[in-house]
């Protein structure tokens, strides 16, 4: 199936540990992007990323990072991880360019203790 | 800077009735505009997307947009509604001040249908 998949879909892990969500997209897209939804819905972009140009919300925590290690591939690194990081994060990809649509990926629901 | 609004939380309609969900923009040059909906506990799968063109932009399931530009909206309609049709709806607009075009997403509208 073409798509974007996250793994894990499910992370509940301690506050103070780092943790990883990894992102794949099989759809040739060239940008990519992280999105966290809150617990009221809301969706904020937090990074979006091409082989050319990482940029990031100056409102995320730099003890956020994603690491591309290639094309189809975004994965989010956390450390020190908090309570209020608990939310749902979101991968998507798109081709660069103002028509391009975003697919998103079905999510990863991260609990912190 | 861009931004759109979704002015009511929930939007509740009989099966089979018209629904309409709103949204405005407001953005600096051509909006760029497009929905998703959310079942519970999914992603966000598109709907429909107004580049430039025809003002009314058909999508999947049945669903279709209309592009105003001097009411500023994009509202989101579908002639007869369904039960499954219940979903959390969202409007979004590119940010074209980036150079990669992320979406900037309304707070989301529930869509309430009943039988």
């Known amino acids: 199936d073409t798509a974007v998949s996250q793994t894990p879909k499910y992370l509940v892990t301690q506050m103070g540990n780092d943790k990883s969500i990894k992102c794949e997209q099989n759809?040739?897209?060239?940008?990519m992007y992280w999105y966290k939804q809150d617990s009221k819905k809301f969706l904020k972009i937090m990074f979006s990323y091409n082989n050319k140009e990482l940029i990031i919300n100056e409102t995320v925590p730099n003890r956020f990072s994603p690491k591309s290690p290639d094309k189809a591939h975004l994965n989010l690194h956390i450390n020190s991880l908090e309570l209020g990081d608990s939310a749902v994060y979101f991968c998507?990809?798109?081709?660069?360019?103002?028509?391009?649509?975003?697919?998103f990926g079905p999510g990863t629901r991260l609990t912190v203790l | 800077a861009q931004s759109v609004a979704q002015p009511e939380d929930q939007v509740n309609v009989a099966e089979g009735n018209p629904l309409t969900v709103k949204c405005t923009y407001s953005v600096s040059g051509n909006p760029y505009l497009f929905w998703y909906v959310q079942y519970p506990n999914r992603g966000l799968q598109f709907l429909l997307k107004y580049i430039t063109g025809d003002n009314l932009v058909k999508g999947s399931y049945g669903f279709e947009a209309e592009f105003n530009k001097s009411q500023t909206s994009f509202h989101l309609k579908k002639p007869s509604a369904l039960v499954s049709d219940s979903a959390l709806y969202f409007c979004?607009?590119?940010?074209?001040?980036?150079?990669?075009?992320?979406?900037?997403f309304g707070k989301g509208t529930k869509l309430s249908v009943k039988p």
């Open positions: 998507a990809s798109s081709q660069t360019g103002t028509s391009g649509v975003p697919f």
């Open positions: 759809l040739g897209h060239d940008t």
């Open positions: 979004a607009v590119r940010d074209m001040g980036g150079s990669q075009g992320n979406l900037i």
